[in-house]
């Protein structure tokens, strides 16, 4: 029998995902859904599926599938949207929120002004496991691997513009050297630090930005000795500040925004 769900799609930096209270609605099968609902054509589009339920350890939890039907980590600009939601259909008023994931809990400070969120600050944690690595594949290249709740390899171009990321993305993200698959980032430093990424996000392809990924790739640029522990990274749907601090946690600053809301028919 056909179910129907309520829905909003959010964006944070272009980054696009349907996202779904599970305290209300229950998703037997989400990786299925996910597939569903993301295609473009046949679905609602987007980048995946983020469920929003209670958790025991902290205010909120997130459950966030790709494309594809893998389940993620984590995603931060999922993160910041989430913290938007919760605040504006009233299902908080804390503008501080320790948020479940499977990457561990993170702390969401909503910017609020006028009883709107402007922006949200996530604390991404530490950077785990930093080292340099040369894939040697179709496309050998040397980069960086890192994760930050979710794995990535950061390669740093001199031009980003002559990276063919749809043919080399897909190689790099099921080289044998990622058993898991990984997050693939081609990254240029610009004269003044900022930093420009392009990313191939692990399950979904090709994403207008990707949080973990921006992240993922101020922390290499600092690793390498390209940046400081401050820059703003740009990707294609927009632009997001990361900042280091001195115990190297990684706070990640940037906007979320309500694109629009709907129901849909489903029987997973």
Known sequence: MKKTVKFTKMQGAGNDYIYVNAMQYKIEDPAAASVAWSRPHTGIGSDG??????SGIADFSMRIFNADGSEAMMCGNASRCIGKYLYEKGLTDKTSIRLETLSGIRTLKLDVRDGKVCSVCVDMGMATGIEEREVRGAYPHKGI?????NPHFVIFTDD???T???EEGPEIEHDPMFPDRVNVEFAQ???????????????SGITMACGTG???TAVAAEFSGRAGHDTVVEMDGGSLEIEIDSEGRILMSG???TVFEG???YDF
């Open 263 to 265: 129901e849909i028919e």
């Open 255 to 257: 906007p979320a925004e």
């Open 164 to 166: 063919d990321l749809a």
């Open 49 to 54: 599926l983020v469920l929003i339920g209670n």
């Open 160 to 162: 980003i513009e002559k």
């Open 214 to 216: 921006a992240c993922a």
């Open 145 to 149: 691997f890192l994760s930050v709740g």
């Open 189 to 203: 430093v610009r004269a003044d630090g900022s930093i420009r990424m392009r990313v191939w996000e692990r399950g």
